[in-house]
């Protein structure tokens, strides 16, 4: 799951532009759009759909553009075979240069029909929005790059470094298949690369036809579900007594709750907190530069921490999602079990934070184990000017006078799991939303038309000037 342009400045507080107008659509767009169409309209729910039905519709497009079986290939397992994926290869001319690779995932948030406006498997346009599920998070972009390729196939387009697409499935759904760490664990060589481009940055604007900010996403938190367990050999409720299970899960909880995970920089947070602070002319602002400065005063972080996104981004944090217990409405609980949604801080491990967690508990009879093990630990890669500097210029071409600010994610993505194998993964500028996240994993999920193909536009001349040198 991504949280795109995870920027929360306000409307008020840096300067905007307007985006151009909406003309008539030119014909490369109107194709892209009738790509983009089946791609949304093909149901990829982990409980109704199919990534691998997906895929195998984007390769037959990238196939009638001319790119040849030799550079495509399908993927399944016997176990999911309804959750595969698809890797292309576009080779470049060069020997010595290594592959990029353009990741993006099919799979979607679940969409009940009866709690939508529109069909969320039908794409609708009204008011200059495009409305389903997925019209975002994340088939914006795959269709994107997979339009990419099929331009540059197209064109006879030759880059010097090869350039790779991987479209996977399973990453809006913890502990389900998921391809892309499939293809990390078992298929390293199809997708290795020197660096890979995702989502996860992206635009905000003001709902009213400003874009504000552009972000590069350079490095997100992990994500690890805790169980606790909290058990007694429960009784008669007519004969009550202190140890309970559900007592003891709730002074657990509470504990939870009030425990303050330490305060943490890295590069990218701190160029962040920075730039970002310096834009904004109220008090959060001031903070946040102060803090970018000092990470040890205790009144800047006061004010930066009451800004739940902020607060964020400068630690691990841990919430309670779910609970259950008890069997009967006349009986003492056996057992007692709550799920404890963590993200982690980049390079913080599973166990520490389960060790934390512990501590802040304070009683060994709540046991506390990873609902996913062997997870891996998150890694921010570096603000390697060679892919950040070009995406800035391109972005002051395609979006004059509008910022564009590193950001750390306080979701996560895939990019984990590339991290781990050593290919540093940037969440790239280009589409953007409004303020209210355009119902991205929630109802009604919508992208702007404008945003869809202005982030296109950048997109495809971003590829090809990283795929160039």
């Not at 994107?144 to 990453?171: N, Q, S, V, W």
């Not at 805790?226 to 299970?245: D, I, K």
């Amino acid at each position: 799951m991504k949280m795109l342009a995870s920027l929360a400045l306000g409307v008020s507080l840096i300067a905007s532009a307007a985006v151009a107008q909406t003309a008539a659509p030119r014909a490369d767009q109107t194709e892209f759009r009738a790509l983009y169409k089946e791609l949304v309209e093909t149901n990829t729910t982990l409980s109704a759909g199919s990534c691998t039905l997906a895929a195998e519709r984007m390769a037959a497009r990238l196939k009638a553009a001319g790119v040849p079986d030799s550079q495509l290939t399908l993927f399944a397992v016997p176990e999911f075979p309804k959750e595969g994926g698809l890797v292309v290869v576009y080779p470049g001319t060069s020997k010595s240069l290594k592959p990029m690779l353009l990741l993006a995932h099919l799979d979607v948030v679940e969409a009940k029909r009866s709690d939508w406006v529109r069909d969320p498997f039908t794409l609708i346009e009204e008011d200059g929005y495009l409305y389903a599920r997925g019209t975002v998070d994340d088939k914006a972009q795959a269709a994107i790059y997979t339009d990419t390729l099929i331009r540059f196939a197209k064109a006879g387009y030759k880059p010097k470094r090869t350039i790779k697409l991987a479209l996977t499935c399973g990453e809006e759904t913890s502990g389900a298949f998921n391809g892309a760490e499939w293809l990390a664990k078992n298929k390293r060589e199809l997708i290795d690369a020197e660096f890979a481009l995702n989502e996860g940055g992206g635009g905000r604007s003001d709902g009213k036809g400003n874009l504000l900010v552009q972000s590069i996403q350079v490095g997100e938190k992990a994500y690890q579900d805790f169980t606790l367990t909290a058990t007694n050999p429960g009784g008669h409720s007519s004969q009550p007594v202190r140890e309970n299970a559900i007592y003891a899960m709730a002074d657990a909880v509470a504990k939870i709750r009030d425990y303050e995970f330490p305060l943490e920089f890295n590069d990218t947070t701190k160029a962040f907190f920075a730039k970002a602070g310096a834009m904004r002319k109220d008090e959060t602002g001031k903070a946040m530069a102060a803090l970018s400065a000092n990470p040890a005063d205790g009144a800047a972080e006061a004010v930066v921490n009451k800004d739940k996104m902020l607060h964020s981004m400068l630690r691990t944090t841990c919430v309670a999602t779910l609970i259950d217990g008890g069997h009967a409405l006349n009986a003492l609980p056996q057992n007692v079990t709550a799920n404890i949604n963590c993200r982690m801080f980049p390079g913080r491990t599973a166990e520490e934070t389960r060790a934390a967690l512990a501590k802040a508990i304070g009683n060994p009879g709540v046991k506390i184990e990873e609902r996913v093990k062997d997870k891996p630990i998150a890694k921010a890669p570096p603000l390697d000017p060679k892919i950040v500097g070009p995406m800035e210029k391109l972005a002051a071409k395609h979006f004059p006078g509008i910022p564009v600010i590193p950001s750390m994610s306080t979701g996560a993505t895939d990019a984990v799991y590339l991290g781990a194998t050593g290919i540093p993964t940037y969440g790239v500028p280009g589409p953007w939303t409004d303020p209210d996240g355009n119902g991205t994993h929630g109802l009604n999920e919508r992208i702007e038309i404008r945003s869809l193909y202005a982030g296109r536009d950048y997109l495809y001349d971003l590829v090809k000037v990283l795929s160039s040198k």
